[in-house]
């Protein structure tokens, strides 16, 4: 899988857009962008994840780079319970090489 | 609702105790994965299967064994528990077919080893 960059840490008010970059600069044709938020003490949650076009769903949106060598995340309304370490991951989108590789993510602090 | 679930939410053993993980998915789906996640060194692959009875190795996994006797149940096995596989573990599955959602992951087994 390619491997991703992110910054450690960003913060944002609360009700402000949270904008997460992702660099991904060796992504393959056949790789989709994933990304996933991790709350304290819990399990990793999909969020959303694209291809080529920009995405969203009732969580987020992506925004993928024409040249598809990075992205960004996100969150329209950002509130206190969105703080998490968001990962940035990309992969085939299905079968036996599909496995998910993790980096450190970028944790986001959402600020009253 | 699907669901990945696992046994315990919390475990402690003692060292050389022999430790089973349990992880069972409702969803049908052919691949399982195992995780820990420890501080600083985020999530990392210990194991993961494709279908039932196969198994491959992932990026650590140096004391543990998994069994996958059905498609629904994947076990994560410690043979000899010692104090540095204290850790968070984290139990995931994903269809083989083109998926919305990727991996859906449990809640996750909080282990000390005593």
């Known amino acids: 899988d390619a491997k991703t960059t992110q910054p450690p840490s960003m913060d944002c008010a609360e009700g402000r857009a949270a904008n997460l970059p992702c660099n991904h600069s060796?992504?393959?044709?056949?790789?989709?962008v994933y990304w996933y938020r991790q709350i304290h003490s819990q399990g990793p949650q999909y969020i959303i994840h694209?291809?080529?076009n920009n995405e969203t769903n009732e969580m987020a949106s992506l925004i993928i780079t024409e040249d598809r060598k990075s992205s960004t995340l996100i969150l329209p309304h950002a509130t206190l319970r969105d703080t998490a370490v968001y990962y940035c991951?990309?992969?085939?989108?299905?079968?036996?090489?599909?496995?998910?590789?993790f980096g450190k993510g970028i944790t986001l602090s959402v600020r009253p | 609702d699907v669901k990945v679930t696992q046994s315990s939410r919390y475990l402690v053993k003692r060292t050389g105790e022999k430790v089973f993980l349990e992880c069972v998915q409702d969803?049908?789906?052919?691949?399982m994965f195992w995780y820990r996640q420890d501080p600083g060194l985020g999530l990392r692959l210990i194991y993961f299967s494709y279908d039932v009875k196969m198994k491959e190795k992932g990026d650590i996994p140096e004391g543990y064994s998994v069994s996958r006797e059905k498609k629904e149940r994947f076990s994560l096995i410690l043979e000899s528990a010692s104090t540095n596989q204290t850790s968070m573990y984290l139990c995931a599955s994903s269809p083989n077919h083109r998926d919305r959602y990727g991996y859906t992951f449990g809640s996750g087994t909080r282990l000390t080893v005593v």
């Open positions: 694209g291809l080529k």
């Open positions: 060796t992504i393959s044709g056949n790789e989709y």
């Open positions: 991951i990309v992969r085939v989108a299905s079968g036996a090489n599909s496995k998910l590789t």
């Open positions: 969803m049908d789906h052919e691949n």
